[in-house]
């Protein structure tokens, strides 16, 4: 593996922001803040998110996933406080987060966008995505209220999170009335969960040229084999996590498996190998955005980026994946 990436810059679909194909996702650092997630990840110290934040630049990633759900604010200031860290500015990354629409409508939208900024501090919010389709107005209002904010200048660009094909394409019609394309539609996408080739979002995305943003795209950490090798492991997860990670061990292993022998030519791990198949196999449509709790990891989606799988590799991927029920 060489230190340099393989791959070229993507855009947010049609717009001119430039990012490549992996970011990182910031919902690890959500631990310590409020609200809903509070309490589902441990806490990172700030030197230590620092040094996670670090780790991802060095190895050349260049944006960031976060959103008000992560901690209310928890993530978000702690990745600009780890950003600045690493001595960046505004405009020397981009950064995403999301408007949490829960029990919530529209217009909560220009009332909340002040505390995006001020927890981001300083860093402007490039891509803003709506995080569920479940607020209590109808999507076209929340649609208005984006562009609204890109008229104001508080931020660049629109997407929408776990929305279905129909709804992204409604959001997109709204957004053109207004001049606007629809960036983004960020959802779950993995070797093991590959639902949006089936259900009409992927086929969709590609139609409209909307970016997909995979999450979960080492299945919490199963695709990496650590939890193959070392069950134990387990343990020390909740038990929202352990129970799925548990059932996956089984029907993923032969994959696991394949994924360890491709990456011996390329010298990278599981994780790596799972990372660049997601990246590539779609050509530019698919990016994503693993989250990391240690450096290591940080480093290792970063050095995902710098080999580039062959076109064989990736069909036999897609074949041991298709198969497992
Ligand atoms: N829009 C949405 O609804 C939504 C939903 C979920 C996630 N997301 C976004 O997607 C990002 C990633 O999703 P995710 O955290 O659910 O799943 P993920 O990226 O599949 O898994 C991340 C976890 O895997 C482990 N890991 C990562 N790299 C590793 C490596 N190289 N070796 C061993 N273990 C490794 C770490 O867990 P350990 O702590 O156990 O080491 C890490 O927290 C989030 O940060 C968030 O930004 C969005």
Redesign the pocket.
Known sequence: MTTQLQFSLRTFGKTNLQITPIGL????FSGGGKGLLRNAFPVIPQEEKNAIVKAALEGGINWF?TAELYGAGMSEASTAAALKASGKCNGDVLVATKWWPLFRTARNIPITIQDRLRFLDGFSIDLYMV?QPLGLSAHDKEMMAMADLVEAGKIRSVGV??FSAKQMRQAHETLQKRGLPLAVN?VKYSLLDRAIERNGILATAKELGVTIIA???????LL?G?YHKNPELLEK?SSFYRTRLKQGIEKSRSLVAELEAIGIKYNA?A?QVALNWVVSFHGETIVT??????VR?AE??AGAMHFRLSAEELARLDELSRAIR
Do not use: R, V, W
């Open positions: 996702g910031m919902m690890e996933d995080h999170s776990n960020q999450y979960t795209s080492l299945e919490s950490g990496t650590k997860k791990t994780a955005i693993p989250g990391a709790t240690k990891q290792e989606s």
